[in-house]
Every structure is written in structure tokens, then in C-alpha cells.
């Protein structure tokens, strides 16, 4: 919270100091910053509602039943795919996975899936493309998966 003070305050500075050296970039650029806010709306307001809608069907309790420590390489496919269908933020991912943990999930299955939350998105793929490219889009949601893989089993290996 008060990160996020500090942040808009220093944001408002820089306004303030663009708007007194030249009025019109700073119109022209608050304008581009607007559309461009525009363009991205209405695609990140369907990922909050599919975050949430996930988030209320796929309970820590019933994801731990899928990934627990008799799960093996199987949960470790099933965490790779639940964790890679939508990007859901840090500050819901740890206590997720702590909550996981928990509730008996393994380490190796929790840390792919925490990675692959954080870090693949199959909701946000279109979006991704219109922003970056298809191509670039899934190079990156593809080395995102074999790193939380790699992740997982370095996990497994070191801490089971």
C-alpha cells in the first residue's frame, strides 16, 4: 500500500514537471497512454474474470487432492497444465501454495505450479500476441514451461 503511494506520488511529480516543460507532448502522450489503456481493457478484465471464477471452482483442498505426494509425474503434468492456463499474480500464488503445502501437496507439484502461474499464460496468449507477436508469445510461454519443469524437478530433487 504505501509502495503503491510512493509510486503514484513520484508519478505525479514527473506529470507535473513534463506538463510545465512542454504542455502539448504531455496532452499528446497522457492521450496515446489513454488508447492504449483502451486497447488492453477489455482484454484484462476478461482475465479477472476468469481468475476469479477459477479461483472459486479450483479450491487449495481440491488441487491438493490432484497433486498430493503420491501424485509422482502425474501431478507434476497435472500442476503444469492447471498452473499454465491463466497469469495470477505473486501476491495470490504464495499463499496459494503455501496452503498447498499444507494441505499435503507435494513440493515438486506446488513448485511447478506456482511457477507456471506466475509465469505461463494460455488466457493471456491472445492478448500476448496482439502486444509482442505469435511468434515471440509462444517461445516464451513454451521456455516459461520447461523452466518451471526444470523448477520442479531441481525442487524434487533438492528438497525431497
Known amino acids: 500500500m504505501i509502495s503503491g503511494i510512493i509510486l503514484y506520488t513520484i508519478a505525479t511529480i514527473y506529470l507535473g514537471i513534463s506538463f510545465i516543460k512542454d504542455k502539448h507532448k504531455t496532452k499528446v502522450a497522457l492521450l496515446s497512454s489513454w488508447k492504449m489503456f483502451c486497447n488492453v481493457l477489455p482484454d484484462l478484465l476478461a482475465i479477472m474474470l476468469f481468475i476469479g471464477l477459477a479461483l472459486s471452482l479450483f479450491t487449495p483442498t481440491f488441487i491438493s487432492s490432484i497433486i498430493g505426494e503420491s501424485s509422482g509425474l502425474l501431478g507434476i503434468i497435472y500442476s503444469t497444465i492447471i498452473g499454465s492456463i491463466a497469469?495470477?499474480?505473486?501476491?495470490?500464488?504464495?499463499?496459494?501454495?503455501?496452503?498447498?503445502?499444507?494441505?499435503?501437496?507435494?513440493?515438486?507439484?506446488?513448485?511447478?505450479?506456482?511457477?507456471?502461474?506466475?509465469?505461463v499464460g494460455l488466457v493471456t496468449l491472445s492478448m500476448e500476441q496482439k502486444t509482442f507477436g505469435r511468434r515471440f508469445a509462444y517461445a516464451r510461454n513454451i521456455s516459461a514451461i520447461v523452466m518451471s519443469l526444470l523448477f520442479a524437478l531441481i525442487i524434487g530433487v533438492t528438497m525431497t
Open 87 to 119: 497469469l495470477v499474480p505473486s501476491f495470490i500464488v504464495f499463499p496459494l501454495g503455501n496452503t498447498l503445502i499444507q494441505n499435503g501437496a507435494a513440493l515438486p507439484q506446488v513448485a511447478v505450479l506456482m511457477s507456471t502461474m506466475m509465469s
